[in-house]
């Protein structure tokens, strides 16, 4: 359901950026979705084309790009994190508090009819 809901705000969305190019459809649709956010990318594929039902994304494809999850490390700078290691550098093991990317739920691109 965390996900049927999660479909259902980025139509909301996508269909904003519809009204605002004047158009009526879009016939594909891409997202943003990183590694770190809650979100689970085959279940979001799954809940999205009945949550696309009766609005003007119904029947387009959807594609998920994954973001992986980077840190800051005092020691390395920025460093790919490895999510079962938690907020640590995979180097050195320092802590990385600071997500620099991998938390993002966003509408990338909607390519319109
Ligand atoms: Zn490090």
Do not use: K, Y
């Amino acid at each position: 359901m965390h996900e049927a809901s999660i479909a259902l705000s980025l139509i909301d969305v996508a269909r904003e950026v519809l009204r605002e190019h004047g158009a009526a459809r879009a016939r594909a649709v891409t997202v943003r979705v990183g590694q770190w956010s809650s979100v689970v990318p085959e279940a979001l594929e799954a809940a999205f084309p009945a949550c696309a039902e009766g609005t003007p994304l119904e029947g387009a494809h959807l594609s998920i790009v994954r973001v992986p999850g980077v840190g800051e490390c005092p020691n390395h700078g920025p460093v790919e994190l490895d999510v079962t290691r938690g907020l640590r550098c995979p180097l050195c093991d320092a802590p990385t508090p600071t997500l620099l990317q991998g938390d993002e739920l966003e509408l990338d691109e909607l390519e319109l009819t």
